[in-house]
Every structure is written in C-alpha cells, then in structure tokens.
C-alpha cells in the first residue's frame, strides 16, 4: 500500500451562515455542498458563492451528469438543480447511518459510516447491488478513471484512501493534517479531490496522487 500526507491545494470558506459541510459533489463546473438544510454551489476557481437550494441536505451529495442526488436522514432524493425541486427519492440502504454517495456508470455507492461499508445501490428503486468491507468509518466516496476512493474519520484521524472495488484491500492512503477532517468527498474528475471538512463549514481541494 501506498502511504502519504495529503497535499491540500486550497481551503475554501469558511462560508456564511455554514456550520457544517456535509456531502460534496462536482457538476464539472461547480462544487456543491450539503449543510442540513440546503445545498449551496461554488466556484472552485474564485471561490465565490453562485446559488443555493433549500432541500434537507444531511449527509452524502453526488451528481449523475444531469440531477443531484442527496442523503436525507433515511432517504435518497433526487433534485432537478435548476429550479430545485425533488423529483424522486428512494429508500438509503442504511436507513438513516448513511454517509458519502457518488454516481458511478449508472448506479449509486452509497458510505456506511459506522457499518464500515460502502453499497452499491439502484438508483431507481434502492436494491443493493453489491457491499464493500471498510476496516474504518466511511464518510464520502467517489469514482474517478476506474479508481474507488473514500474518506475516513475516526476519532481526531481521517484520511482519503483508494480501495479495490472487488475485495476492499487498501491501495493507496493519504493521511489529513490533524484537525482536518473530511465528511464528504468527491473528485473532479483529473488530479483533485474536493474534501467537505465537517464542522467549521470548510471544504478543501487535496491534490489526487498520479
């Protein structure tokens, strides 16, 4: 396994009336973040806030190329970002101890925060498709160039690991700085992973390793 100290590339807020970040997620152009009760978007090159949406917002958040998906308690809704209305929800697999969701060729993968796994899951109708053993708390994950990657946060330790899809095993490792936790996680697409930091309302770029 390869083991390293994550490079944090930039910190971005912490932003008004955000006390937490929960979920994050890339639309190619713009982050969004979870934060209870709405999800608001940013500019990863300025850092300037563009929008928000008012729609629980609890935990994971992923985008599929054209809705948003969000973790609400024990649900999953799917939401139109323009004009912000919820379209579908299904069923969590973890029925509320839910935590990181990514869309990845079609389906959603879903963290398990203190079950330590992560589900892949229907995006229709909610069936679990397949499971994938953690040996730690699973906060966010996401796909990127065939890789699954997750973040974990244990007590004052988090880190972004690359694990096999098949079996689990830990690949690659990339130790956070003390104090620097990542709720949510996702990629944006090249050499970046954009970090939710959990209380403090903070979300973080951490260079992906090639």
Not at 106 to 115: A, Y
Request: aromatic share 8%.
């Amino acid at each position: 396994m390869k083991h390293a100290a994550a490079e944090i590339l930039r910190e971005y807020g912490p932003f008004p009336g955000v006390e937490s970040v929960h979920g994050v997620s890339f639309d190619g152009n713009k982050v969004w973040f979870a934060s209870g009760d709405r999800l608001t978007a940013f500019d990863p090159a300025s850092g300037e806030t563009l929008r928000s949406i008012d729609v629980a917002a609890h935990a994971g958040t992923a985008y599929d190329g054209r809705h948003l998906f969000q973790l609400a308690k024990d649900r999953i809704q799917k939401i139109d970002p323009d004009t912000g209305q919820v379209l579908a929800t299904i069923p969590a697999p973890g029925g509320g101890g839910d935590s990181g969701l990514t869309w990845a060729e079609g389906t959603l993968w879903v963290g398990q925060n203190r079950d330590r796994k992560i589900h892949q899951i229907d995006p229709e109708t909610g069936a679990i498709l397949r499971t994938i053993e953690s040996n730690r708390f699973v906060t966010g994950v996401t796909w990127v160039d065939g890789e699954l990657w997750h973040g974990t946060w244990e007590g004052d330790q988090s880190d972004v690991r690359q694990v096999d899809p098949r079996t689990g095993e830990v690949l690659q490792r990339l130790d956070m700085p003390a104090g620097k936790g990542v709720s949510g996680l996702e990629s944006d697409g090249g050499d970046c992973f954009f970090c939710g930091g959990g209380p403090g309302g903070m979300v973080r770029a951490v260079r992906r390793p090639k």
